[in-house]
């Protein structure tokens, strides 16, 4: 069985992807068609400090990096006994989330199977636009800021990488500018644009592409 950690935006909390998104609806209903197989998963908090995280870590030394890919999985293998250290990991995420997942998810791309976001944020820069608090009181480091070089610097290890974005939402060009600059280099990717903003109903509809991709991931 793997495991899929699912990361939620600004505001958000470990309830969105369930209560918001029906994510465990959509898993059900994907795992039962034998579309994918079987799977764990996890909907953690980013850490509830202030507007969001980032899922990165701060200037105080707080960690929100080692709690997403250290303590969740820790936690979730000991809620499951069938879910062991050696279970595949994938990492997906909306908005600030979707730019955890991407990050984090090329960072430490040995331990990652496959990655997927949505509606991403995909550089540090952009939380501005989300939160009412200054990034910059987050001390984050400017070496950690970028979608794009986290991706570049996995290099051949890259896991298998898709990201969408609606046509709607006012994250679309920075996605484009992503996807086009993963192009240039040659990096194998799946980028995707569908109908929609930024909003619950395009996320919980495309949740279905990513289980779907990282089923696919999973087999082969």
């Given at each position: 069985m793997a495991l899929v950690v699912l990361l939620h935006g600004v505001y958000g909390s470990h309830w969105c992807w369930a209560l918001r998104g029906g994510a465990h609806r959509?898993?059900?209903r994907l795992i039962d068609s034998g579309a994918i197989p079987?799977?764990?998963?996890?909907?953690p908090s980013d850490g509830l400090r202030g507007?969001?995280?980032?899922?990165?870590?701060?200037?105080?030394g707080t960690d929100?990096?080692?709690w997403i890919l250290d303590e969740v999985p820790a936690a979730a293998r000991a809620?499951?006994?069938g879910l062991d250290a050696s279970a595949p990991l994938c990492i997906a995420g909306l908005s600030m989330g979707g730019f955890g997942a991407l990050r984090l998810g090329a960072k430490h791309a040995t331990r990652v199977a496959a990655i997927s976001g949505h509606s991403s944020m995909t550089h540090f820069a952009q939380m501005a636009q989300f939160v009412e608090e200054d990034p910059a009181s987050f001390g984050t480091s400017a070496m950690e800021a970028s979608v794009l070089d986290a991706i570049v610097a996995a290099g051949a290890?890259?896991?298998r990488l898709r990201f969408d974005c609606g046509l709607d939402d006012d994250?679309?060009?920075f996605n484009r500018d992503l996807h086009r600059a993963l192009q240039a280099r040659g990096i194998d990717h799946t980028?995707?644009?569908f109908p929609g903003g930024h909003t619950w109903p395009y996320w919980e509809a495309h949740l279905d592409d990513t289980l779907r991709f990282f089923g696919e991931a999973l087999r082969s």
């Open positions: 959509t898993a059900d079987p799977l764990a998963l996890a909907m507007d969001g995280t980032a899922y990165m870590r701060h200037g105080d929100y990096e080692r809620a499951l006994p290890q890259l896991p994250l679309l060009e980028y995707e644009e």
